[in-house]
């Protein structure tokens, strides 16, 4: 009788331990990019400058003129974010592929979806920075208000979506022979539903739509980041399989 | 080790093959009557359809045989998924040309961004991006494992791709044409054509089986000539 409190405290302990462990083992990979970016400062750096020269290009090539403007703004914001992350992506892979640090990850001896699901953390932390400094500059060059509460919650939903499946793929995508070039020929085909549903809820949200034909995209956003994200939790192991 | 020489049963159905896809065709020639709206251009669509769904069947096996290639890890599922995704692609790009040969007359226009040909067009670019990737790995394990993975992944994104290209029509409306699926081109079968449709879907079920199994076969044995290759380099 007095023993059983005990094993229950002791059972209790280990199951937060397990997650603490798992949480810790996650941060450990998210903290290990965040501080070689904030030594290097290369992969965000060259994600900004790119994006920045993406609607720089859009620019001159859509004549970004005010009735323009108004119908293009939130294509013109997803193509830049899609192009920015896919540089990113890459980038943040191949520096753990070049050096061998993967095979140092995968020697940790913690759950490999840790290993993952830092990585996608990491990733995305990159995304939102460039589309928090996208976002005013753009902005301010285009004289328009792009802080929407809807938008944000288009852009979190949206991202997630990209660097979730992005992640997987850009790890499949190092380790083959034309390396970087195939990520986005693995990529864009896969994440046109996000590309779509992003696209159309921003401009709803920019043009002021009813919230009613907004709401499928957004579930839409959901309902793929969800199924991505067990997908690649399920299939992760086998990707980085020796 | 399995032996060479072709099987006797897959002589059978090679026969079994071109004989019902000789029917099928001379059915849909002769035996379905005429539509009355489109008149001889609909006779296209019984191979239309046919070809797509056998497209679909292809990307299916592959996404299947992908999930059981991740669990048992053996090679003869990888086989059948890179060939299923070869021929999945060249049926479905019958499908996108016999659809465009359609829709011509029909819609006026060989290519209009409807959600069912928005769906078919990123279907054969994720399965093109499916025979790259494998393209790039040398090491045959992982360019299975990677192959599943990505079929698995290609083949989930299709319905979603398909309901946000559906829900990217409704909400938007059309403003050329009613380009609405199903509006314009559609007409009511009658049993003769109702008949001379199962008849081809029946047809190339069996090409899609036949042809499969000369893949797997072709698979085999390139597979068994790689592995005398480095025995021999040894």
């Known amino acids: 009788m007095s023993d059983l409190p005990a094993t229950k405290v002791g059972a209790g302990r280990k199951a937060p331990g397990r997650v603490g462990e798992y949480l810790r083992a996650l941060g450990a990979v998210v903290w290990k990019d965040l501080a070689a970016e904030l030594r290097s400062r290369e992969l965000l750096t060259s994600m900004l400058v790119f994006a920045l020269l993406v609607i720089l290009i859009f620019n001159f090539a859509l004549e970004l003129d005010a009735r323009a403007r108004a119908t293009v703004t939130s294509g013109v914001l997803w193509v830049t974010f899609a192009f920015a992350g896919t540089l990113g992506l890459n980038r943040s892979m191949a520096v753990e592929k070049d050096r061998g640090c993967l095979d140092g990850l995968l020697l940790a001896p913690v759950d490999r979806s840790a290993i993952y699901f830092g990585k996608t953390l990491g990733n995305l932390i990159f995304m939102f920075i460039v589309e928090i400094i996208v976002l005013p500059v753009y902005s301010i060059l285009y004289n328009t208000n792009l802080f929407k509460p809807g938008l944000i919650v288009v852009i979190i939903l949206g991202s997630i979506g990209f660097v979730v499946v992005g992640t997987l793929l850009s790890t499949m995508a190092v380790q083959t022979r034309t390396r970087d070039v195939l990520l986005p020929i693995l990529l864009f085909p896969v994440i046109i539903p996000v590309m779509i549903a992003a696209v159309k809820a921003s401009s709803g949200f920019l043009q002021g739509i009813e919230m009613a034909d907004i709401t499928p995209w957004l579930n839409l956003l959901l309902v793929y980041d969800i199924i991505f994200t067990a997908v690649a939790f399920m299939v992760f192991d086998y990707v980085v399989e020796e | ?234």
């Open chain 2, 1 to 234: 080790m399995e032996s060479d020489v072709k099987p006797k049963l897959l002589t059978v159905l090679d026969i079994i093959t071109v004989l019902l896809l000789v029917i099928a065709t001379a059915m849909v020639f002769f035996y379905a009557p005429m539509e009355a709206v489109m008149g001889q251009v609909q006779r296209v669509f019984y191979f239309h359809v046919a070809a797509g769904w056998v497209g679909m069947l292809g990307f299916l096996v592959a996404a299947i045989v992908g999930v059981v290639y991740l669990r048992t890890a053996n090679r003869k599922w990888d086989i059948v998924g890179v060939s299923a995704v070869e021929i999945g692609m060249v049926f479905a790009l019958i499908n996108i040309i016999t659809g465009a040969i359609w829709a011509r007359p029909i819609w006026n226009t060989w290519w209009t961004w409807d959600p069912r040909l928005t769906t078919a067009t990123i279907m054969e670019l994720i399965y093109a991006a499916y025979l790259l990737l494998r393209q790039g790995i040398e090491d045959p394990d992982r360019r299975a494992r990677f192959g599943a993975v990505y079929a698995i992944i290609g083949f989930l994104s299709v319905p979603l791709t398909f309901f946000s290209a559906r829900l990217f029509r409704t909400i938007h409306p059309v403003v050329i044409g009613t380009n609405q699926p199903g509006a314009t081109g559609a007409f009511d079968m009658t049993p003769l054509m109702l008949q001379t449709f199962l008849f081809s879907l029946l047809a190339f079920s069996i090409i899609f089986v036949d042809l499969l199994w000369h893949r797997i076969r072709l698979g085999r044995l390139a597979d068994r000539v790689e592995q005398l290759k480095l025995k021999t380099a040894e």
